[in-house]
């Protein structure tokens, strides 16, 4: 591949290797060249932009988690030929890893806790020349607050006075806040990204019998706030309550990756989003008004269904921010003091 270091073998490869570089190794200072000057990192909670804010963003999580350890799970790309130049091919990553930490500084988290958690994050990383140049990462807040036995709403609402108050916050990622960066791609036409694209669509347009058409009766599934579940109705569970929350926001599919590689089932990721008012009883609690965006990415691995042979969702990992949501419900109805 035109444009990588020798030392990295495909696109899994750099990035589970520069994770482990970055984050375990300590070799923070690559950041300098493994994430391009300029690039911009969004994140439900907002938006960082150049590799120095995420250099001090990265060694203010270590000194909180001063252990953390990130094994990746899976890599789904896609090539960028759009992006691609005369020397560097370009390529879109979605990488899912899981981390686990003990609370052992002070931080944003409050004071050491000394507790331990494990959590997942899904990150989407547009990558040319030997480095990031643009980024879409969803980390889950839910399940590191809930393993240390904090509220989500009370500590959003905290956390928003620790920021300053509701003028001096940091403002969640919406469409108002979002800054356009250069990664133009929307992923690829191969046929298990178009399958879950599908699937989600028809889930979002209140076709909730899309679970049972295309969910295996033992699919493994993954939520926000640590959730691991089973079955069909526990999908159903977690789209109702998510789309019944907002249910005239729009949603929009944002990039679509399929791929069917050796040694892995079929399997695609996509990045998603609602934007919206919380004008409906579900997964928020009482309906507030309040305009909400939503940023989701959605991994999944397809087999056979038990039943019918037929291709079924067997594991579906799902993650959006919910400390983002209630941020900006809070902020909206006054609800911060």
């Known amino acids: 591949m035109r444009g990588f270091d020798p030392e990295w073998r495909d696109v899994p490869h750099f990035i589970n290797g520069v994770t482990r570089r970055i984050w375990e190794d300590r070799q923070i200072g690559s950041l300098r060249q493994l994430y391009a000057p300029g690039l911009i990192v969004r994140s439900p909670a907002g ?59 002070a931080g944003m988290y409050g004071a050491p806790t000394g507790r331990r958690v494990i959590y997942r994050i899904l990150a989407d990383c547009a990558i040319r020349d030997n480095a990031i140049y643009d980024e879409w990462l969803v980390r889950d807040q839910a399940a590191i607050l809930r393993q240390m036995g904090l509220d989500v709403v009370d500590w959003t609402r905290d956390l928003i006075a620790r920021e300053g108050g509701p003028e001096a916050c940091v403002k969640p990622l919406t469409p ?128 056979p269904n038990g039943e019918t042979g037929k291709p079924a969702i067997r594991a579906e990992y799902t993650l959006i921010d919910e400390t983002a949501i209630w941020k900006q419900i809070l902020l909206q109805t006054g609800q911060h003091e």
């Open 47 to 105: 938006v960082v932009v150049d590799n120095t804010n995420v250099i001090a963003a990265t060694m203010a999580t270590l000194a909180e988690f001063p252990d953390r350890e990130l094994p990746g799970e899976d890599v789904i790309w896609c090539a960028d030929p759009a992006g691609a130049t005369d020397t560097s091919d370009a390529f879109l990553s979605s990488h899912r890893l899981i981390c686990w930490a003990t609370h052992a500084g």
């Open 176 to 303: 108002e806040t979002d800054i356009p960066g250069p990664y133009a791609g929307r992923g690829n036409e191969e046929e298990w990204g178009t399958l879950l694209a599908g699937i989600l669509r028809g889930i979002m347009a209140a076709e909730m019998d899309a679970i049972p058409r295309h969910y295996d009766r033992a699919a493994r599934l993954h939520y926000p706030g640590g959730q691991d579940a089973h079955g069909r109705a526990e999908a159903d569970r977690f789209w109702m309550g998510l789309r019944a929350a907002l249910p005239h926001a729009d949603f929009t599919i944002d990039h679509v990756i399929g791929r069917d590689d050796p040694m892995h089932p079929p399997r695609a990721a996509i990045r998603w989003s609602l934007w919206g008012r919380h004008d409906g009883w579900g997964r928020y609690g009482r309906p507030t008004g309040a305009q909400v965006h939503v940023m989701g990415i959605t991994h999944a691995e397809f087999g």
